[in-house]
T-cell receptor, first 109, second 117 residues
């Protein structure tokens, strides 16, 4: 059974700092890996999707990498802003996704 | 991108009553939709896969007689929580799969907060 772990559970950084969020998964035979953003009491916003044949994806200040052999993915956020404050979820699978518990990010002005 | 809506966005009901949550794909047809549940400070857990015109597939540990899923059209799936109890209080999120030609994407709804008193 696939298990997804995200570390740290919470992170607080000053505005402008670069940061890395970590995600690990137990079964390397994944289809896709996705990073989502969830604001309090809200649904999910898809940030980046990395297909199993890919190693990374970039969108603006976000960069996600995937290392299937080690069962890890990282989400890099450059020049963080207060608006980046949210919970970031990592999920693996095709459409029936297995989610991690998320990392709650607070960017302090 | 495509839009998935959920209704209601929040609902409070008394223990023992049933609650229906709707998930709609607004600008695409979705033969497959998924229902997730999220408890506070926990991850989203897949409850079931809803297939248009056929029975839903439930994940292990999810009671199919308690969580009734109907996917009667290509744009609507409903989740009915029957005889709700306080432990059913949770955030329910649906997603819909958009498959058309070479396009194959998944979109999430905004979620429904259920509180059972």
């Amino acid at each position: 059974k696939q298990e997804v772990t995200q570390i740290p559970a919470a992170l607080s950084v000053p505005e402008g700092e670069n940061l890395v969020l970590n995600c690990s998964f137990t079964d390397s035979a994944i289809y896709n890996l996705q990073w989502f953003r969830q604001d309090p009491g809200k649904g999910l916003t898809s940030l980046l999707l990395i297909q199993s044949s890919q190693r990374e994806q970039t969108s603006g200040r976000l960069n996600a990498s995937l290392d299937k052999s080690s069962g890890r993915s990282t989400l890099y956020i450059a020049a963080s802003q207060p608006g980046d404050s949210a919970t970031y979820l990592c999920a693996v699978g095709s459409y029936q996704l297995t989610f991690g518990k998320g990392t709650k990010l607070s960017v302090i002005p | 991108g495509a839009v998935v809506s959920q209704h209601p966005s929040w609902v409070i009901c008394k223990s023992g009553t049933s609650v229906k949550i709707e998930c709609r794909s607004l600008d695409f047809q979705a033969t497959t939709m998924f229902w997730y549940r999220q408890f506070p400070k926990q991850s989203l857990m897949l409850m079931a896969t809803s297939n248009e015109g056929s029975k839903a597939t439930y994940e292990q540990g999810v009671e199919k007689d308690k969580f009734l899923i109907n996917h009667a059209s290509l744009t609507l799936s409903t989740l009915t929580v029957t005889s709700a109890h306080p432990e059913d209080s949770s955030f329910y999120i649906c997603s819909a799969r958009d498959r058309w030609g070479s396009r194959d994407e998944q979109y999430f709804g905004p979620g429904t907060r259920l509180t059972v008193t």
